[in-house]
């Protein structure tokens, strides 16, 4: 599918997880499925300003996941500058731009979600963005700060920004993650007051919800992100159901894990490898990543519970691979 100028393998995106959608993480996605475009959660531009350094963990080879978009977030205009100017020696296809996150933390700081409260705000960010990236800017948003109170003026703010297109979580900034309903009527109406294209999310775990996503809003793409948690292959289900009707369920078994397992340890290797960053805590990295990882993997196998204790118990890598070789079969 075409985003903008982007062409993209199908029109299914990995969202941005802090601490989740690793490099690793997106490399994984990526191995055992299409994935139309990667995302490397938010950066804070603050941080980039104060200490660039200390990003470029996060951003090690990511010119090998390509398509992939880079997320920025902050409301200070010449800190966004600044990031802009630090991100211009990467190569990467879309500069992401946060006006969704609801923590304690963005609002307090007036970024992220807060910039839905403050459209003069979130549209200087924007004028800064467009005028300085060389890569197109993309935003993500929610259906408004309380409700969807204000969804026209987000839509108005947004008709002339110059941004090429636009994510869509379908809660406003107070509901959180879970607080309500999913509001798919924002979605729709958004998609239908717009001219870019729109990216619908929430809470899409399974083809047939994406589907009926998908044909009620009738968006341009479906970003996925806890969905894929444990559940990997959703981008290929999804993209099954979509495309030729065929319905694959997520199965699970110890078999199926351990390949899980080896694949996505390969992947964290090919991200460590060479990485001036993380020379002397690679085997930390290597450990926290499988481990959160392969209990993860654990959904939908037969006595799961324990092979999680199991796992959680392990104090490093050395520990996690015997346990992991104890329960391979
Ligand atoms: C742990 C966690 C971390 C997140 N980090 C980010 C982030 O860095 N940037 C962002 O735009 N959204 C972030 N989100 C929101 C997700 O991208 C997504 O919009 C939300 O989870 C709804 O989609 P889903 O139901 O498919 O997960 C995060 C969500 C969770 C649960």
Avoid at 249 to 270: P, V
Wanted: one cysteine or more.
């Amino acid at each position: 599918m075409k985003l903008g100028t982007l062409s993209l393998e199908n029109n299914l995106i990995l969202a941005p997880l802090l601490d989740i959608t690793t490099s690793p993480y997106r490399r994984f996605c990526r191995k055992l499925n299409k994935v139309g475009l990667v995302s490397v959660p938010m950066l804070y531009t603050k941080r980039i300003e104060k200490n660039p350094r200390s990003i470029e963990q996060y951003l090690h080879k990511i010119e090998e996941e390509r398509p992939v978009s880079i997320q920025l977030i902050g409301s200070n205009g010449l800190a966004l500058k600044k990031s802009i100017d630090f991100l211009s020696s990467y190569k990467f296809d879309i500069l992401d731009i946060n006006a969704g996150c609801p923590s304690k933390r963005a609002i307090r700081a007036k970024e992220g979600g807060y910039l839905l409260k403050d459209l003069d705000l979130l549209n200087s960010i924007l004028n800064i963005a467009v005028k300085y990236s060389s890569q197109p800017v993309s935003l993500k948003i929610r259906t408004g700060f309380t409700h969807n109170d204000n969804l026209r003026e987000i839509i108005q703010t947004l008709k002339n920004s110059g941004i090429s297109y636009l994510i869509i979580h379908g809660r406003s900034i107070q509901a959180k993650f879970n607080g309500s309903m999913l509001n798919l009527d924002a979605i729709k109406e958004i998609k239908n007051s717009l001219n870019i294209p729109i990216i619908g999310n929430g809470d899409i775990d399974n083809p047939i919800f994406a589907k009926e996503f998908l044909d009620y809003t009738n968006v341009d793409a479906l970003m996925i992100g806890r969905g894929s948690m444990g559940n990997p292959e959703i981008f290929k289900q999804v993209d099954e159901f979509l495309t030729n009707s065929k319905l694959v369920k997520f199965e699970n078994n110890l078999h199926k894990w351990k390949d899980f397992g080896n694949i996505y340890e390969s992947c964290i290797d090919d991200y460590l490898k060479d990485n001036p960053n993380l020379l002397y805590c690679a085997e930390e990295y290597k450990f926290r990543e499988l481990k959160r990882n392969m209990i993860w993997l654990t959904k939908g196998i037969n006595d799961s519970v324990n092979i999680r204790v199991k796992i959680a118990r392990t104090k490093n890598l050395y520990d996690l691979k015997e346990k992991l070789a104890e329960i391979y079969v």
